[in-house]
Antibody, heavy 119, light 111 residues
Framework: VQLVQSGAEVKKPGSSVKVSCMASGGPLSDHSFTWVRQAPGQGLEWMGHIFPILGIANYAQKFQGRVTITADKSTGATYMELSSLTSADTAVYYC?????????????WGQGTLVVVSS | QSVLTQPPSVSGAPGQRITISCTGSWSNIGAKYDVHWYQQLPGAAPKLLLSGHNNRPSGVPDRFSGSRSGTSASLAISGLQIEDEADYYCQSYDSGLSGAVFGGGTKLTVV
């Protein structure tokens, strides 16, 4: 499975960003997409995941109300939109592909999308 | 403060064996949820190293192995090689948080 993400973004504080991720080479059913971010020099942070066939998304409590993860079953794409951006949201955002269970591993990863939030 | 606790750094000489611990609680590792391990080389995306019950994806050498006991898990790397220098992360599911959690990461230096 290959995951290709959209390009880098520079955003103003208070705005929103939407990152896309296109999967190919694998089944488009019975799988999940997970979004993980990594701030500069920091560790990995789980943001949430979606089960495309079920249409169910779950989010980390930290991002509740500010993040929306969607998926297009027909194209194999997933999207992560984060609103009310601050400088603390400057990070590389990764999408990952796994099984359709909450405790799934992130088997395949996208290349990452750098989002810089700066005035 | 990560839900799963890892040592910030470990080091070893080429050929040696090292272990990286991942300490959780009864709502994640202790609840018998799968523990997964990732390797992140400098400037690269993370890569799955081990999943669940010691399952290695294709291409991952058997020098990498995992174990667990109670509320903790460990990653062991035997026959250390220079190219093993990387950051390593554990991941599990937390029932209290209703989501996945990562450890803070461990930087492995091969000296």
């Amino acid at each position: 499975v290959q995951l290709v993400q959209s390009g880098a973004e520079v955003k103003k504080p208070g705005s929103s960003v939407k990152v896309s991720c296109m999967a190919s080479g694998g089944p488009l059913s019975d799988h999940s997409f997970t979004w993980v971010r990594q701030a500069p020099g920091q560790g990995l942070e789980w943001m949430g995941h979606i089960f495309p066939i079920l249409g169910i998304a779950n989010y980390a409590q930290k991002f509740q109300g500010r993040v929306t993860i969607t998926a297009d079953k027909s194209t194999g794409a997933t999207y992560m939109e984060l609103s009310s951006l601050t400088s603390a949201d400057t990070a590389v955002y990764y999408c990952a592909y796994g099984d359709q269970i909450p405790s799934t591993a992130c088997e395949f990863w996208g290349q990452g999308t750098l989002v810089v939030v700066s005035s | 403060q990560s839900v799963l606790t890892q040592p910030p750094s470990v080091s070893g000489a080429p050929g040696q064996r090292i272990t990286i611990s991942c300490t959780g609680s009864w709502s994640n590792i202790g609840a018998k949820y799968d523990v997964h391990w990732y390797q992140q080389l400098p400037g690269a995306a993370p890569k799955l190293l081990l999943s669940g019950h010691n399952n290695r994806p294709s291409g991952v050498p058997d020098r990498f192995s995992g174990s667990r006991s109670g509320t903790s898990a460990s990653l062991a790397i035997s026959g250390l090689q220079i190219e093993d220098e990387a950051d390593y992360y554990c991941q599990s599911y937390d029932s209290g948080l209703s989501g996945a959690v990562f450890g803070g990461g461990t930087k492995l230096t091969v000296v």
